[in-house]
C-alpha cells in the first residue's frame, strides 16, 4: 500500500462504536511500527483531521465536519433533490429520505422530516445494512450487473441467510423483480417503527445516483396510501433526474 493508503487507514478505524483511539491502539490494529505511526498520526493531526482528546489518544478533527459542510453544498444529487423532497414531504405528509451508495456502504445523506413522531435510527452519515430496507434494495435493483455479482460474492452467505437466493442467479432474480416493480416497499425492514416506498434516481448517464424514499408509521401505510403516494413519489424521481441532467448540461456549455 501506499503511504497515502495507510495513513488513510487510521481515519477507517473510526466508528460509532469506537470513536477515540489511543496511539497504542492504532499501533497495533494497522500493524504500524512506532515511527510510522507518530508521523501518519501527526500528520493527520496537522491537517485537522484528527485531534488529541487526551494523553496519546485521538478523535476526528474538526476538517472532517468542514468536508461534511463543503459536500452538503457541493453534492449534485443533493442539490437537486433538496427543494424536491421539500414539497413532497409537505404534500404526502411523510418523511422523504434521500439515500446514497458509496462502494459498499448505504448511507442517507438526507432527510425532511414531516412527521415529528417518527424516530429514525439512521441519519446522515451513519452506514445502513446493504440489504435491508426499500432504499438499498431499489439501489441494488438498477446497479451494474457486474458490481451486483461482485457485491454478490462478497456477501454471498448473508444473502442466503436473508432468503435472498443461494447463487448468483437466484439473486439476480431479486433485483430483476425488483427493477421491474419500479419502486420498492418494505414493511419494517429495518426499524419497527417505519415503512417506507423508495425509487431510484439515475444520473443523464443511466446509472443509479441515489434513491428517494417516504417514510412514515407502520400504521399509515395501507394499500390506500400506496397507491396514493407510488404517482407522487415517482413524479418526484423525474423532477429530480431533470434537474441532474440540467445541471450536467450547464457544466457542459
Not at 494523553?55 to 468536508?67: D, F, N, Q, S, W
Not at 432504499?135 to 441467510?161: M, T, V
Not at 432474480?173 to 418494505?186: I, K, P
Request: charged letters at 25%; aromatic letters at 8%; glycine letters at 6%.
Amino acid at each position: 500500500m501506499s503511504s497515502l493508503v495507510r495513513t488513510l487507514a487510521i481515519l477507517d478505524l473510526f466508528t460509532e462504536a469506537r470513536s477515540t483511539w489511543h496511539f497504542d491502539a492504532i499501533m497495533a490494529a494497522l500493524d504500524y511500527s512506532r515511527p510510522t505511526a507518530y508521523r501518519y498520526i501527526k500528520d493527520l493531526a496537522d491537517a485537522g483531521y484528527l485531534q488529541r482528546v487526551a494523553a496519546g489518544r485521538y478523535a476526528l478533527g474538526a476538517k472532517i465536519i468542514e468536508l461534511d459542510y463543503l459536500v452538503r453544498k457541493s453534492d449534485p444529487v443533493l442539490t437537486a433533490a433538496t427543494p424536491v423532497m421539500d414539497d413532497l414531504a409537505r404534500r404526502v405528509g411523510l418523511d422523504a429520505v434521500l439515500t446514497a451508495m458509496f462502494r459498499d456502504r448505504v448511507i442517507d445523506i438526507h432527510r425532511v422530516q414531516s412527521d415529528k413522531a417518527l424516530h429514525l435510527t439512521y441519519g446522515r452519515g451513519r452506514p445502513r445494512p446493504l440489504f435491508y430496507g426499500a432504499s438499498p434494495k431499489i439501489i441494488l435493483a438498477h446497479l451494474d450487473r457486474a458490481l451486483a455479482a461482485k457485491l454478490y460474492k462478497a456477501n454471498a452467505d448473508e444473502i442466503e441467510k436473508l432468503g435472498l437466493g443461494d447463487s448468483w442467479p437466484e439473486f439476480r432474480d431479486h433485483l430483476n423483480a425488483w427493477r421491474r416493480a419500479g419502486v420498492y416497499v418494505s414493511f419494517r425492514e429495518v426499524e419497527a417503527g417505519a415503512c417506507a416506498m423508495a425509487a431510484p434516481i439515475l444520473n443523464p448517464l443511466g446509472e443509479v445516483v441515489a434513491a428517494l424514499a417516504l417514510v412514515g408509521a407502520p400504521d399509515r401505510f395501507d394499500l390506500a396510501l400506496l397507491d396514493q403516494i407510488r404517482p407522487q413519489l415517482l413524479q418526484a424521481r423525474r423532477q429530480v433526474e431533470m434537474a441532474l441532467a440540467d445541471a450536467r448540461t450547464a457544466l457542459d456549455s
